[in-house]
């Protein structure tokens, strides 16, 4: 199967970083656009992101071999109905969404005759909306591609090429199994960032202004995590509710246990917990996930 026109609806982080990485490693190929925000359209063809922008969802897909929708996880039954007119019957219709499960259920509620198969490139920052796309933002990042049994071998390997030619690494998984490796590494530490920078700002002991100076002590790090977008992560969390529970369930009881050796003055219990957390970001960087500089390569 050749992918010779994408087209890509949502022109937020990830749908305009897509449509710069097509124009950048796959000139060949044909790139249509639609965002349902008449302001974020005229952005997109301000920035020259895509050979065409259409106004209408149905007349952006018309044509394309492949669709991606790069909408909010609770926004994708909605772009799947609005292209539903407008799709090749070969058409292969993917996405970006942060969950896999319930948005394959979504997907192929609206697509019943075509083929759907989702998808999740890890790889993302804390902006949103196009200009804060870049056409590099998959380069040696995984994407995690979720094909249902009954998806032709081709579409997958198109597929599977497709964002190879993005210069991302490619995972075949179940649905329901990445939702819980995802709640584990993304969805959990949004969450804990999200309370402890709300918590911190609500403190009445210690002032907002005492947090924000005295922030390199570790506060600030968490702060680039909660300030990614409110309305993904209000989608992810609904989205993977199951998961996220159980995995903040674990965390939860994890807590408890460090809360403990605190208290009971357990210094080899705290000692052997972070020596095992320190191999875990060493392993991090040996995987080429992270920067191996300082303070996250941060200039100063
Ligand atoms: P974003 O920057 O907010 O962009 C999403 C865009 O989609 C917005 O311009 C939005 O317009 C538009 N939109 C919403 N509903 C639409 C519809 N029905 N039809 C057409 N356009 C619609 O979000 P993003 O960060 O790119 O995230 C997009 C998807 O990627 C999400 O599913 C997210 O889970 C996933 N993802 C995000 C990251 C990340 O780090 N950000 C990483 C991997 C995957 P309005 O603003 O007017 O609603």
């Known amino acids: 199967m050749t992918i010779a026109h994408v087209t890509v609806v ?33 952005q997109a063809r301000d920035l020259r992101l895509c050979d065409t922008i259409a106004d209408d969802a149905a007349a952006a897909v018309a044509g394309a071999d492949l669709v991606i929708l790069a909408v909010p996880v609770g926004r994708m039954a909605d772009a799947a109905n609005a292209i539903a007119p407008g799709l090749k019957a070969d058409a292969i219709i993917s996405d970006v969404g942060s969950s896999k499960s319930s948005v ?13 198969i989702p ?9 949103s909306g ?61 969450l804990i960032a999200y309370t402890i920078v709300g918590t911190a700002s609500e403190l009445e002991e210690v002032t907002e202004s005492e947090v924000i100076k005295y922030s390199a002590g570790g506060f600030r790090d968490f702060t680039r995590i909660a300030a990614s977008d409110p309305v993904m992560w209000r989608d ?39 020596t095992r957390t320190r191999a875990i970001r060493r392993s991090i960087i040996a995987e080429g996930q992270d920067d191996p500089a300082p303070d996250f390569g941060r200039k100063h």
């Open 236 to 274: 992810v969390f609904l989205a993977n509710r199951d998961a996220v529970l159980a995995t903040l369930q674990r965390f939860n009881e994890d807590l408890t246990v460090l809360q403990q050796a605190i208290r009971r003055g357990d210094a080899d219990k705290l000692e052997d917990w972070f």
């Open 104 to 116: 394959a259920d979504a997907l192929a509620k609206a697509l019943p005759d075509h083929v759907v």
């Open 119 to 127: 998808a999740h490139p890890v790889a993302g920052t804390e902006n």
């Open 130 to 190: 196009p200009a804060a796309g870049f056409a590099t933002l998959f380069e040696g990042r995984w994407c995690i591609v979720t094909p249902g049994v009954e998806a032709p071998e081709d579409a997958v390997a198109a597929l599977t090429g497709f964002w190879e030619a993005l210069g991302a690494k490619v995972d075949l998984m179940d649905a329901a199994h990445h939702d819980m490796v995802l709640a584990v590494t993304s969805h959990l530490p949004h």
């Open 10 to 42: 949502g022109l937020g982080l990830i749908g305009s970083s897509i449509a710069r990485a097509v124009k950048a490693r796959m000139p060949s190929v044909v790139v249509t656009g639609h965002d349902a925000s008449p302001d974020v359209r005229q």
